[in-house]
């Protein structure tokens, strides 16, 4: 049985607070964005730009967006190359930066246990040569023969829905895990370590039928399974996932083991985490080519100051005319039509467009950015 553990709000036990004076950056000013970081430089700005951890009312192990792909081909034709993506939340961004391609991704969430899980996933792809290995060691079953690299994402995730995990595997998968993340000498608290321990046994125990609802906490059926998610595709039928083919894996496995997908705590409301980024992106010209919000704004609407915090934030961004908010909206509360099977649809906008609405006045409630959005 899975125990929850309430892990919102707990912070590393040794922190390297990191000034965002230019003397004590990871980066010099103006200098081009680097195509590797350092693991001393990805830490300090793990440390050095996230806030504190905040509470949220899901544990959001997985997505629970099915349609989330429908916007990739509108972003592709939009996106240029080698900007920047910000996101929220677990493997979905995964989808999105291996679509997109940018040169770096900043994932950036309320909960200390999502950037905790992103550490986990990090260390799963530097293990990992290939999709099959990965499963294997994030789901703890043993890898079935006959697996090949041009394997569908169905052939796939059909090698291990038939499988029990095997307790010995999974032990010596979280001791690789933890292995890993100290050899890159990221100052992790033992809280952090048990944080791992409780994440990684969720996957195990549920392997690829893991959704949203796992352990009562989701918040409402009907949610799709990991599987199901990694199996979808847009309404073309194409399938945009990370495991949808070997070179959507490769490309987040290059991104992680080159430290280019940094994992935040932040408040999207916050006085730091999107600032600092802001700055950190200003001093090496580079804009965003998306940010990926899932419904963050919903609740951020309940309060009439945190999502004009929101804005202001956004509005240190640096953005061009491809910028590009992707959203998730609940079809039902907004009636929207979604169709393809799904209770949220996702919308995108544009983020320059969103920021003068902001600026003259014509936002005002969380209806009128879906109102922006198509």
Do not use: C
Not at 78 to 99: C, D, H, K, W
């Amino acid at each position: 049985m899975i125990t929850r553990r309430s892990v919102f709000g707990i912070t590393a036990a040794v922190v390297l607070f990191v000034s965002l004076s230019p003397s004590v950056k990871p980066y010099k000013a103006t200098e081009t964005l680097p195509g590797r970081l350092t693991d001393d430089a990805f830490w300090k700005v793990v440390t050095g730009f996230s806030e504190e951890g905040g509470y949220f009312r899901f544990e959001n192990f997985l997505s629970n967006e099915l349609g989330f792909q429908t916007v990739i081909p509108a972003l592709k034709d939009m996106a240029r190359p080698g900007g920047v993506y910000l996101g929220v939340g677990p493997e979905q961004n995964f989808t999105y930066i291996s679509a997109l391609q940018p040169k770096i991704a900043f994932i950036i969430d309320i909960r200390r246990q999502n950037m905790i899980e992103h550490l986990m996933y990090k260390a799963l792809f530097e293990l990992s040569t290939d999709r099959a290995d990965f499963l294997s060691r994030l789901y703890a079953r043993k890898r079935p023969a006959g697996l090949t690299a041009d394997a569908g994402s169905d052939v796939l995730f059909a090698g291990y829905e038939r499988l029990q995990h095997d307790p010995q595997l999974a032990e010596e998968n979280l001791s690789a895990i933890k292995q890993t993340l100290r050899n890159h000498k990221f100052l992790l608290s033992k809280e952090d370590f048990d944080t791992i321990n409780y994440v990684y046994s969720v996957f195990v125990e549920s392997g690829p039928d893991l959704d949203y609802n796992v352990g009562g906490f989701g918040g409402g059926g009907g949610s799709p399974t990991y599987e199901q998610l990694m199996t979808a595709t847009d309404k073309a039928g194409h399938n945009w996932s990370y495991l949808a083919t070997e070179a959507n894996y490769r490309t987040m496995r290059e991104m992680e083991l080159k430290n280019l997908i940094i994992p935040l705590v932040g408040d999207f409301a916050g006085p730091k985490a999107i600032r600092a980024v802001a700055e950190y992106l200003a001093d090496h010209d580079v804009k965003v080519t998306a940010f990926y919000l899932s419904n963050v704004e919903q609740y951020l609407f309940q309060d009439s100051t945190h999502w004009r915090r929101f804005y202001r934030n956004v509005s240190a961004l640096p953005l061009d005319s491809s910028s590009t908010f992707i959203r998730s909206v609940n079809i039902g509360a907004y009636g929207r039509i979604g169709g393809y099977g799904m209770r949220f649809q996702s919308l995108i906008s544009s983020m320059p467009d969103a920021v003068k609405a902001f600026d003259e006045g014509r936002i005002r409630y969380y209806n009128d950015v879906i109102r922006m959005s198509h």
